[in-house]
């Protein structure tokens, strides 16, 4: 049987607006980013759905993972989890969901991307993000502007708790832990006004928060996943010099199955 088309496996991005916003022109956003230096090597697959929170997003994610084992599909090998800025909306928001069940969708996520042991399937790596910090300063007045006005559905410290579950779950999965809430509180000198300066409007990251939010990833990833670092994982294919350019046929074989 001939290879699928899809060669190579994949490092997906699970979440909500933030992740959606990942490849976001003139954001210079992380899934663009992503996709630069894990080109060739893994298809980076966007898979953010705005507005959604972990309730809703448990029952995509269980379609977004084919358990069937086919030959020479594509597999998961990295799977980063990013929810918590919906879920932490206030009654009587829809998006709200109670910080336990929160907890409890993340850990069935996680369940739901671990590699079953008596499978043949490679091993996914699975990254918790947390929501970042919320500027209710700007999201109040963005949100009073709408027509008709709306009332502030974030308050800051309910956000920074889910983004604390966060970061207790992947300790107690033992998970690798992205901790955006700190890093972006700690670069606008923990200065809810300052927070501006990474969010586009009080809640969404913008360019300067994507940076910051890449570069703790990708130091997260080098630090407790070194094995799937971009640095440490061949070409599919390999590189043009490499090919016997008398006879190419025998440089691409190890690549059908």
Known sequence: MNRSAAV???????????????????????????SHVYARRLDVLNRGYSGYNTEWGRFVLQQCIDPAEVPGAPQIRVLAIWFGANDACIKPSPQHVPLPRFIENIKRMISLGRVPANSNRKETRIILISPPPVNTIVRKADLESRSPPMKLDREFDITRAYADAVRDVAKGEGVAFVDVWSRIWEAAGQNESALQKFLVD????NAEGYNIMYDELIGVIA???????????????????????????????????
């Open 8 to 34: 190579q496996d994949v490092f997906m991005l699970f979440g909500d607006s933030i992740t959606q916003g990942g490849w976001e022109p003139d954001m210079n956003s992380f899934g663009q980013r992503l």
């Open 202 to 205: 009080g809640l969404h990251l």
């Open 223 to 257: 630090r407790e996943y070194p094995e799937i670092h971009y640095d440490n994982i061949p070409y599919t294919f390999p590189a043009w010099k490499d090919i016997n350019w008398t006879n190419p046929e025998s440089s691409f074989k190890a690549e059908i199955v």
